[in-house]
DNA sequence: CGGGTTTGACCTGCGC
DNA sequence: GCGCAGGTCAAACCCG
């Protein structure tokens, strides 16, 4: 696998109730077939690999397995019906299926430049060298700086999109603001965050679709090396999003399978059919309509919080 | 006072 | 080489 080809991009929905009213839920709007290989989605590239597909935990893991997740979700790598959107991104954020097409390659350091810590070192590095003459070799930040020549590596990232009245969802790490830009082409500013956990290098940019407003972009670059703080664990309920940065597939689509919702919650559904799945919990309804189209209204956030300690358990191992 | 946010400056990469 | 856009830094500021 080549290291441009380490990005993913994930696409649900989420229906927010930031006012606190109790109606919330999320969606899987996924209105592509991000597993299917006769793709025929406008916004996909011209001769877009299928192969660039693979599940997060390939993503994450760096193998590349695009038929466990298509095994996963009950699907057939030609199936019109794609329950997960997973996908790479290629030196680039495409949303296959909406109007919320991010920057199609419009310049693709937007997604290579990244692993910040390697230039943003050096450039730490000229600036100390500049500003303070006294040679300061301390920089509390830039104490792991590269050499020039060396080729920056470039962690795993996945994006997905969320409807959401906020910008910035709560998915159960500290995250640190850290920078906001314009963005162009767009009203809305991007912002940049990074997981405050020491020695934790995951960031995240989180920035709102120009074409629709109502869709927030949040892309995740790395991996936690953490459990969930413990401040936030009990806090799941109210509303939060988890957003997902992992799948475990299940080995049959009758089985039940874990979607990590990440950075390290997960729901456990029950495979319910097809073009469906079922939360094992009460705590939530589904319809029967296939899964690109259902609404996951959660009613009880409480209960959600129960849920996700148990299955990351169950993932770590 | 500690931790988070804001914001202008600065850097890098890329296309022309 | 230049300009542009994305990404990051860090001082100033804000807030509990």
Request: hydrophobic share 25%.
């Amino acid at each position: 696998m080549s290291d441009e080809a380490r990005d993913f991009y994930y696409h649900a929905q989420f229906q927010e109730d930031r006012y606190g009213t109790g109606a919330t839920g999320f969606s899987f709007s996924l209105n592509n077939s991000p597993l299917s290989i006769s793709n025929s989605s406008p916004h996909e590239p011209q001769g877009f690999d299928p192969s660039s597909y693979m599940s997060f935990t390939d993503s994450l893991n760096g193998s590349s397995d695009y038929n466990t997740l298509a095994k996963a979700f009950g699907l057939s790598p030609s199936s019109p019906e794609p329950l997960l959107e997973v996908k790479r991104e290629q030196n680039l954020v495409v949303d296959a299926g909406s109007e919320t097409a991010v920057t199609p390659n419009s310049s693709a350091s937007s997604s290579s430049t990244e692993a910040g810590d390697d230039d943003s070192n050096k450039v730490k590095r000229e600036r100390q060298q500049k500003e303070s003459a006294d040679g300061g070799e301390s920089s509390k930040k830039g104490s792991k700086a590269k050499k020039k020549g060396e080729k920056r590596e470039k962690e795993p990232r996945f994006a997905f999109m969320t409807k959401s009245e906020v910008d910035h969802l709560e998915d159960g790490y500290r995250w640190r603001k850290y920078g906001q830009k314009a963005v162009k082409n767009s009203p809305f500013p991007r912002s940049y965050y990074r997981c405050t956990t020491q020695k934790c290098t995951v960031k995240k940019r989180v920035e709102r679709s120009y074409q629709d407003p109502t869709v927030v972009i949040t892309t995740y670059e790395g991996q936690h090396n953490h459990p969930l703080p413990a401040t936030l664990r009990g806090n799941l309920g109210g509303g939060m999003f988890m957003p997902p940065s992992m799948v475990a597939p299940p080995a049959s689509f009758s089985q039940d399978y874990i979607v990590q919702m990440p950075p390290s919650a997960v729901y456990n559904y029950h495979a319910g059919g097809m073009n469906s799945f079922y939360p094992q919990t009460s705590s939530a309804t589904l319809s029967t309509a296939p899964l690109h189209h259902q609404q996951l209204q959660i009613s009880d956030y409480g209960l959600l919080q129960d849920i996700v300690p148990s299955m990351f358990l169950k993932l770590e191992q």
